[in-house]
């Protein structure tokens, strides 16, 4: 493992690329997207996405809506939603995927406020438990992806109630792997092939006894004919996207975050993907499987944008990367019906052993030390 020199991330997160400058250091990919930013004229892009507004305005008569915007309710749905309805004049219909485990009460409130502050219908989908269940421990167990199937339908729903209601301007947030360094790292205003960024990406569901009828939206939009009648886009391409300045635009607007809830063991932070509890086991799943996790994401953004220091980046990487927060394990295993023993049982199966190696007390540990 090595680790760019200007954030903390390391070249073991999936499709990142890394650079080496004349005087040795090495600059990954988001960081590198990132100080490109600065040459963007943005004023420009924001014309274009006015352009692209017209085009759709009204298509749907007056009083009806002419784009949708994909949400969870969280910041960055909380800032979409301003810039499309309260920027822009759009009338947006609002999709979200309710993941079925414990809400946070922050969770609660904001999908309540997002509706109640913009004045938007929210469409949420609460997928079939059952199927959930039997897909995670699947996907779990063979892939170490416990969340694929509600990542999978945060990307296909949107798609497909987009469909229905001939909204084809379909509105997402950030294009995760240019922001943050991943395999379709291309800058691009469309979001079509948002399958290819990692996160939900095809996989063989051969050996799960799933009835295929238990799955009818859940689909890539680009195998059926509702990609063609589309044309879902990424905000940030149109506006410099910084996920910290849409934090305390969300918080003037009665977004909560978790301060007073709950203090996370595993993040650097208490306003990300705060609506459920489980849900977050996801991100820590790369520790195992890459050697980072969600420290270590969000301290990289918080360098980038000039609010910490590198070295104080690495103090907490190095305390709070591994530490996945017991409440997360606690509501995970009582979800899907397993032991704390098999959950970790399966953890242990993921371990990366190129990476990690198991020291006489039975713990998992980095070969490769950050600073």
Known sequence: MRYCDFCVMPDSRPGIKFTTLNDGRLKCSACVNHENKQKIDYKARFKELEALCDKHRGRNGSNDYDCAIAVSGGKDSHFQVHIMKEKLGMNPV???VEDNFTMTQAGKSNLRNLSQEFGCHIISLKPNIKTQKALMLYTFEKYGKPTWYIDRLIYSYPFAMAAKFNTPLLVYGENVSYEYGGHDSAETPSAKD?????????????GVDIDPKDLQLFYDPASSNYI???????????????????YIFAKSRGFSDL???????????????????????HAWMKYPKFGHATATDYASRLVRYGLMDRAKAIELVKERDHALDPRCVEDFCNFIGISKSKFWKIIESHYNLDIFTKNEFGEYKLKYKIG
Not at 228 to 246: C, G, R, V
């Open 94 to 96: 609002l999709f979200s």
């Open 259 to 281: 301060k007073s809830e709950w203090d996370r063991t595993h993040t650097v932070e208490d306003f990300d993907q705060v609506d459920t509890i489980a849900y977050t086991v």
């Open 194 to 206: 948002i399958f290819l960024n990692g996160v939900a990406s095809d996989i063989d569901l051969s």
């Open 228 to 246: 063609n009648n589309l044309e879902p886009i990424y905000l940030s391409y149109f506006i410099k996207w910084n996920s910290y300045s849409n």
